[in-house]
C-alpha cells in the first residue's frame, strides 16, 4: 500500500552509485500482506508521464522509502497518477540466514560467515541486506555481498561491503547452493 509521495534530496540509493539527486519522486510503501516480497514494481501513470519504483526484499508488514528508479524529477502529474503493479513475486521459500550452519557477524564496511557445520560449501555464497531509517527501510534496494568458492566446514571468510553501516544495516537472508 502506497502512504505517501514526496520529493526527496539526498543519496540516491537505488542503482547503488549514492550520487546526490535533487527533489526526486520517492513513495513510502508498506507491505500489508502476510508474505515477504521478493520483488515488486510499482508503475505510476498519468498521460504520457510514467515512473517505476522498484522494491526488492519487503517483509510482511515492514515499510520502505523507495525513490523513482531513474531518479525522475517531482512533477505535480505525481500526485493525482494511477499506480498499478507491473509485476510482483513473492518468497518461494522462508528467508533463512540457516543458523544451523552458519554464523553471519558485521561491522561498518565489512560482514564475516562462519561456516561451523562440518560440510564444505564450495559454491558461491550470498548474504543479503538493507539499510533502514528508525523502523523504515531507505530505498528498495538489497545489497548483496558475495563470497566466491563457498567457505570450507569449519573456517570463517570476509568480504568488503562500502553499503554496510552497523547502526543502519539489517542483513535479511542468506543463500548457498
Request: proline letters at 2%.
Amino acid at each position: 500500500m502506497i502512504r505517501s509521495v514526496t520529493k526527496y534530496s539526498g543519496t540516491f540509493v537505488e542503482d547503488g552509485t549514492d550520487r546526490d539527486v535533487e527533489d526526486i519522486i520517492q513513495l513510502r510503501v508498506e507491505n500489508t500482506s502476510e508474505e515477504d516480497i521478493q520483488f515488486l514494481r510499482i508503475k505510476a501513470e498519468q498521460g504520457e508521464n510514467t515512473a517505476y519504483f522498484d522494491i526488492t526484499t519487503l517483509p510482511a508488514g515492514s515499510t520502505v522509502d523507495v525513490q523513482e528508479s531513474s531518479a525522475m524529477e517531482y512533477s505535480n502529474w505525481i500526485e493525482n497518477c494511477t499506480y498499478s503493479i507491473e509485476n510482483l513475486a513473492l518468497f518461494r521459500e522462508d528467508r533463512s540466514l540457516y543458523p544451523d550452519m552458519f554464523t553471519v557477524t558485521a561491522q561498518d564496511g565489512w560482514i564475516s560467515v562462519e561456516n561451523h557445520s562440518s560440510q564444505d560449501i564450495i559454491s558461491d555464497l550470498y548474504v543479503y541486506f538493507k539499510n533502514m531509517d528508525d523502523d523504515v527501510f531507505s530505498g528498495g534496494i538489497t545489497y548483496r555481498v558475495k563470497f566466491s568458492g563457498g567457505i570450507p566446514a569449519g573456517e570463517t571468510a570476509e568480504e568488503q561491503s562500502i553499503h554496510y553501516l552497523s547502526d543502519k544495516s539489517k542483513i535479511m537472508y542468506l543463500t548457498y547452493q
